[in-house]
Structure formats: structure tokens, C-alpha cells
């Protein structure tokens, strides 16, 4: 066990509609990342947030928005959802955000399904 | 751009024997390094990294890897597998940028048969 939570573990929705997956770090850690996992793309990296503010950003889509707040927990909201979302969606936490590296501890994930 | 190869997408070995992972990496300057593993239906878990000095590093689990800046190669090894080692391997290349970003391979999944 990482520390790092993820919920829900499942999620299965529809074309067109929006879901939100919710993230807590590990106690102490200030960073957040969100990845997605697919059979097409492998593991993407997708945003970084340190203590609230964007830190980093990948190949996230437009329709895909994030945040952390005050208590440090972090939201992944995707919109407009369409087939190719279906994924497993990561969240990993380290205590600092900046340059230096800090080892990341990844949550067990989210699995989205788009029907 | 960075980007981080994989050559083997699976590979098989008898339990006991040893194993090499392979991994090739394309980044400008000397990159962070690191091997993960994900065992099937969990999360990522770190074996080992890189940043500098010593080019043979020491992980978890009995792993090691070896740097070789000419070769733009970061290798995975282990002397002997054992069952519990059957999962997917993802090298990775981390780049700061006012935080950091890893960019992952697309994987190599280790059989192991006894």
C-alpha cells in the first residue's frame, strides 16, 4: 500500500458525458500527478500540481481539466468523453514539486470505461 | 523530444535464470533514469534510478541497472527471477521544468515458467 488513494476504483459511463476522479496524496506529500494508461497510448504522463498550483503539464487533452485543493486532495475532470478515454487513470504524490525529483508513489488507479 | 524505447514488448525466462531488460533513451542532457514495474491489476512501484555518478545502480527486489551514456542505453538486470517477478517493466526519462515530467516506455512484460 502506497499511501495514495484513488476513488472510484471503476467507473463506467456513457459517450458525451463527464465523470471526475478524485485523488488523495500520501500524508506530507504536496505533489500531485495524474497519468493515463491505455492499450494505445501506454502510460502519459498528464499534469503535475504542487500545493495547489500547476506544476507541469503533458499530453493532456483540452476537455480534461484538474486542480488540487486547500487539503492537498486533487480532482481529474474529463468532459465530452469519448471512446479512446477508456483507461487507467493514475494519480502519484511526492513530498516536493519542483526540479528535483522526489520519488513518486502511485495510487492503485482508476479504471474509466466509455461505452 | 525525449523519448524512451523499449525493444521487447514480452519476454520469457525460466525461473532462476537471469534477465536483461532493455531500454534506450533519446534526451539531450544527462536525463533522470528510472525503471518501474506494475504488477497486474496494481500500481507503479520503483525499482531504481538514476541521476549521476556510479553507473551501475542498485534497486529493490535484487534489480540493478547499468548506464551507458554512449550506448543512450539504461539496462535492467537481475542474476536470478523468480516467479513473483512476472509483470510489466516501464523504463522512463524524468525532465524538470519547473516540475517534473516522466515519460514512460511502452513496456516489456516478463513471463517467468518454472
Known amino acids: 500500500d502506497s499511501g495514495v488513494t484513488q476513488t472510484p476504483k471503476h467507473l463506467i459511463t456513457a459517450t458525451g458525458q463527464r465523470v471526475t476522479l478524485r485523488c488523495s496524496p500520501r500524508s506530507g506529500d504536496l505533489s500531485v500527478y495524474w497519468y493515463q494508461q491505455s492499450l494505445d497510448q501506454g502510460l502519459q504522463f498528464l499534469i503535475q500540481?504542487?500545493?495547489?498550483?500547476?506544476?507541469a503539464k503533458g499530453n493532456i487533452l483540452e476537455r480534461f481539466s484538474a486542480q488540487q485543493f486547500p487539503d492537498l486532495h486533487s480532482e481529474l475532470n474529463l468532459s465530452s468523453l469519448e471512446l479512446g478515454d477508456s483507461a487507467l487513470y493514475f494519480c502519484?504524490?511526492?513530498?516536493?514539486?519542483?526540479?528535483?525529483?522526489?520519488?513518486?508513489?502511485f495510487g492503485p488507479g482508476t479504471r474509466l470505461t466509455v461505452l | 523530444a525525449q523519448s524512451v524505447t523499449q525493444p521487447d514488448i514480452h519476454i520469457t525466462v525460466s525461473e532462476g535464470a537471469s534477465l536483461e531488460l532493455r531500454c534506450n533513451y533519446s534526451y539531450g542532457a544527462t536525463p533522470y533514469l528510472f525503471w518501474y514495474v506494475q504488477s497486474p491489476g496494481q500500481g507503479l512501484q520503483l525499482l531504481l534510478k538514476?541521476?549521476?555518478?556510479?553507473?551501475l545502480v542498485q534497486g529493490i527486489k535484487g534489480f540493478e541497472a547499468e548506464f551507458k551514456r554512449s550506448q543512450s542505453s539504461f539496462n535492467l538486470r537481475k542474476p536470478s527471477v523468480h516467479w513473483s517477478d512476472a509483470a510489466e517493466y516501464f523504463c522512463?526519462?524524468?525532465?524538470?521544468?519547473?516540475?517534473?515530467?516522466?515519460?514512460f516506455g511502452a513496456g516489456t512484460r516478463l513471463f517467468v515458467k518454472a
Open positions: 500540481y504542487y500545493n495547489g498550483e500547476e506544476r
Open positions: 538514476y541521476f549521476s555518478g556510479d553507473t
Open positions: 502519484a504524490s511526492s513530498t516536493t514539486g519542483g526540479n528535483l525529483y522526489n520519488e513518486q508513489f
Open positions: 522512463a526519462v524524468g525532465e524538470s521544468t519547473g516540475g517534473f515530467k516522466t515519460i
